[in-house]
C-alpha cells in the first residue's frame, strides 16, 4: 500500500543532530500518527493529530516535536538526538468513517551513534 | 491506567496445529479493539477488528468483556501466519508488545 509513504526510509546520525522524519499520505485521512517500535516494547505513541490544526503528545513525546503542514503530510522532528531513540518509526493515517482503522507507513529506521 | 498486555512474545507451533494468541485489556469504557500482523518486510495492517466480528485469513477473534480478553484463534495453522502480531485498542491508541507467531513445516 504506497498511500503512507515515509522518507527517509534509513537515517544514520550523531547524538546532538537536529533530525526531521516526514510522512505524507493519499488517503485522504484526517488523522496521522507517530510511532516507535522498540524489541520487546511493541509501538508506543508518540504523537498524533486529528486534523491540521489538532496535535496531541502521546505516551512518550518528550524529546520528539512534530507538525503538521498539511492535511496529507506530518513530519516528526527529533530536536537533539540521542542514542535512545534509536528506533523503527512508524507513520499512520486512520479515518473515524473507518472505524479508526490505522494504515502505517513502511517504517524508519533510525540510528543515533 | 489502560493498557493492552500480550504475555507471549514467541509463540512457536507446527503447521495443521490449532494457535491461540493471548490479548488481555484494561480499559473501564467500551474497547475497540483490534488486531494487526506484520509480516516479514512488509508493513503493519490490519488482520481484523471486533467490531465486525469476521474471520480473516482463518483467524477470529471474540470479544470476551467478563476476561476482558480478545484472544486471536485459528483451528489449523499454516507456515504463511509466521508473523509479528500485534493486539490493539484505539480508545487510546494502545498497542500491545506484540507476539511473534512461528509456524513450524
Known amino acids: 500500500d504506497a498511500d503512507v509513504t515515509q522518507t527517509p526510509r534509513n537515517r544514520i546520525t550523531k547524538t546532538g543532530k537536529r533530525i526531521m522524519l516526514e510522512c505524507s499520505q493519499t488517503?485522504?485521512?484526517?488523522?496521522m500518527y507517530w510511532y516507535r517500535q522498540d524489541p520487546g516494547l511493541g509501538l508506543r505513541l508518540i504523537y498524533y493529530?486529528?486534523?491540521?490544526?489538532?496535535?496531541n503528545k502521546g505516551e512518550i513525546s518528550d524529546g520528539y516535536s512534530v507538525s503538521r503542514q498539511a492535511q496529507a503530510k506530518f513530519s516528526l522532528s527529533l530536536e537533539s538526538a540521542i542514542p535512545n531513540q534509536t528506533a523503527l518509526y512508524f507513520c499512520?493515517?486512520?479515518?473515524?468513517?473507518?472505524?479508526?482503522?490505522?494504515?502505517f507507513g513502511p517504517g524508519t529506521r533510525l540510528t543515533v551513534l | 491506567a489502560q493498557r493492552v498486555t500480550q504475555p507471549e512474545k514467541l509463540l512457536s507451533v507446527f503447521k495443521g496445529a490449532p494457535v491461540e494468541l493471548k490479548c488481555n485489556y484494561s480499559?473501564?469504557?467500551?474497547?475497540?479493539l483490534f488486531w494487526y500482523v506484520q509480516y516479514s518486510r512488509q508493513r503493519l495492517q490490519l488482520l481484523l477488528r471486533?467490531?465486525s466480528r469476521e474471520s480473516i485469513k482463518g483467524f477470529t477473534a471474540d470479544l470476551n468483556k467478563g476476561e476482558t480478553s480478545f484472544h486471536l484463534k485459528k483451528p489449523f495453522a499454516q507456515e504463511e501466519d509466521s508473523a509479528m502480531y500485534y493486539c490493539?485498542?484505539?480508545?487510546?491508541?494502545?498497542f500491545g508488545t506484540g507476539t511473534l507467531l512461528a509456524v513450524q513445516p
Open positions: 490493539a485498542t484505539t480508545n487510546k491508541l494502545i
Open positions: 493529530s486529528f486534523d491540521v490544526k489538532d496535535i
Open positions: 499512520a493515517t486512520s479515518d473515524l468513517q473507518g472505524a479508526d482503522t490505522q494504515y
Open positions: 471486533h467490531i
Open positions: 488517503k485522504g485521512h484526517d488523522r
Open positions: 480499559y473501564s469504557g467500551s474497547p475497540e
